[in-house]
Structure formats: C-alpha cells, structure tokens
C-alpha cells in the first residue's frame, strides 16, 4: 500500500507543483481522480481506507459535521 501513496504524492506535486499540505489534501485529489473516472471504484477504496486509517477526514464529512 506504501508504493501506491508514494506514487499518488508524485502525481500530486507533479499536478499542483507543491506536496499536499495535510493527508486530507492527498485524500481530496484523489476523490477528484475517482469522480472524474481517471481511476477504478476497487482502487480508490484501498487508497481511501488506508488514508482514513491514518487520520484523513473527507472534506464532505467534515462540511456534514459542522452543521
């Protein structure tokens, strides 16, 4: 699972030209590739449980909460 976050902060700094600030970040650009279909539904929920797990909170979540 490691070589696949590792590839993901690549592409983020490739695509934004900055690592990602926070693990939510990471975790928003790659809902952004889920919904624009540039990945499968198999491959985003590996990454997605992995990064939760490691404290990434779902900005929809969060936006849900304060209200």
Not at 23 to 50: A, P, R, V
């Amino acid at each position: 699972m490691f070589m696949y976050v590792k590839e993901l902060m690549t592409l983020y700094e490739t695509d934004r030209n900055e690592p990602p600030a926070t693990i939510n970040h990471l975790l928003d650009f790659y809902q952004c590739k889920y919904i624009s279909g540039q990945i499968d539904l198999s491959e985003y929920m590996k990454i997605y449980y992995y990064l939760t797990k490691h404290g990434a909170t779902n900005a929809h979540d969060t936006i849900i909460n304060r209200t």
